[in-house]
Nanobody, 114 residues
Framework: VQLQASGGGLVQAGGSLTLSCAAS????????MAWYRQAPGKQRELVAV???????DYADSVKGRFTISRDNAKSTLYLQMNSLKPEDTAVYYC?????????WGQGTLVTVSS
């Protein structure tokens, strides 16, 4: 499966962005899809995860501000980001796991100015 992330950009603190991740195949039976991010000089970290049943989980740093969702009909994963902070600046990657294989999108840069 190929993943194509988009929607990143430059936004002021307090603003909003929605990231999208289009998959090259159907995603309805993909058990786990997620967004990760990697800030300069830091390790990649898990931001949010969603299961095929719609259960979600979030990193503490984004709870209440970010919302992960998936549209199986469009084979697309989303990340709605509100109340953005400068510390949210990072390259955001979409991810899915099929059996034991991880697949990654190419990353989309989010820059939050103060």
């Amino acid at each position: 499966v190929q993943l194509q992330a988009s929607g990143g950009g430059l936004v002021q603190a307090g603003g909003s962005l929605t990231l999208s991740c289009a998959a090259s195949r159907g995603i309805a039976n993909i058990a786990r899809m997620a967004w990760y991010r990697q800030a300069p000089g830091k390790q990649r970290e898990l931001v949010a995860v969603i299961t095929s049943g719609g259960s979600t989980d979030y990193a503490d740093s984004v709870k209440g501000r970010f919302t992960i969702s998936r549209d199986n009909a469009k084979s697309t994963l989303y990340l709605q980001m509100n109340s953005l902070k400068p510390e949210d600046t990072a390259v955001y990657y979409c991810n899915c796991r099929i059996v034991i294989q991880n697949y990654w999108g190419q990353g989309t840069l989010v820059t939050v100015s103060s």
